[in-house]
């Protein structure tokens, strides 16, 4: 089965801090994502990466950035979080770059649930 | 705008009871169309997916879903609802990325 591991379930930050967003995934996927969850609104894409190094924006990525620097690995920075950041941050990775991106199946993490206070 | 709506927030049903959660979308051709789940403090599982072909398509857990052109529609299904059922149920479609519907919360009652 496919793992998709978030490294924390919650977090607790102060407005201003660096926050820092880990997910890893052992099937050797070459997509990964990110998404916010918040009541009502969904599932909301930040960004999405295609191959190391690579990154592509999604659709609210305003305040946040990515790092891949391995293909496992895909973390979300906050770089200067704010209150309005506190959502539940969902990450998942899908097999294969195609023509249609979308024809490939998400695999999610659990989610962190980050709390700035 | 592409889009996929889920016009239901909150639904209640008692076990064992029929259910459809509704789907439209809103793409100029047919997208790639999914289903997942999020049981409470966990991620999202697919349930199931429609890319071509058969329109009535079958899923994980008793559930099915069902490709309608004419409606843009894309709703799931499951005859008998089970207690574990209950969850929040989210549409998804598109092409290059996936877009979301803002879920369906599905509550049981005995």
């Known amino acids: 089965d496919v793992k998709v591991t978030q490294s924390s379930r919650y977090l607790v930050k102060r407005t201003g801090e660096k926050v820092f967003l880990e997910c890893v995934q052992d099937?050797?996927?070459?997509?990964m994502f990110w998404y916010r969850q918040d009541p009502g609104l969904g599932l909301r894409l930040i960004y999405f990466?295609?191959?190391?190094?690579?990154?592509e924006k999604g659709d609210i990525p305003e305040g946040y950035s990515v790092s891949r620097e391995k293909k496992e690995r895909f973390s979300l920075i906050l770089e200067s979080a704010s209150t309005n950041q506190t959502s539940m941050y969902l990450c998942a990775s899908s097999l294969q770059r195609a023509r249609y991106l979308a024809k490939n199946i998400q695999y999610f993490g659990a989610g962190t649930r980050l709390s700035v206070l | 705008a592409q889009s996929v709506t889920q016009p239901d927030i909150h639904i209640t049903v008692s076990e064992g009871a029929s259910l459809e959660l509704r789907c439209n979308y809103s793409y100029g051709a047919t997208p790639y169309l999914f289903w997942y789940v999020q049981s409470p403090g966990q991620g999202l599982q697919l349930l199931l997916k429609y890319f071509s072909g058969d329109t009535l398509v079958q899923g994980i857990k008793g559930f099915e879903a069902e490709f309608k052109r004419s409606q843009s529609s894309f709703n799931l299904r499951k005859p008998s609802v089970h207690w574990s059922d209950a969850a929040e149920y989210f549409c998804?479609?598109?092409?290059?990325?996936?877009?979301f519907g803002t879920g369906t919360k599905l509550q049981v009652i005995p």
């Open positions: 099937m050797d996927h070459e997509n």
């Open positions: 990466s295609y191959d190391v190094k690579m990154k």
């Open positions: 998804a479609g598109g092409y290059q990325k996936v877009t």
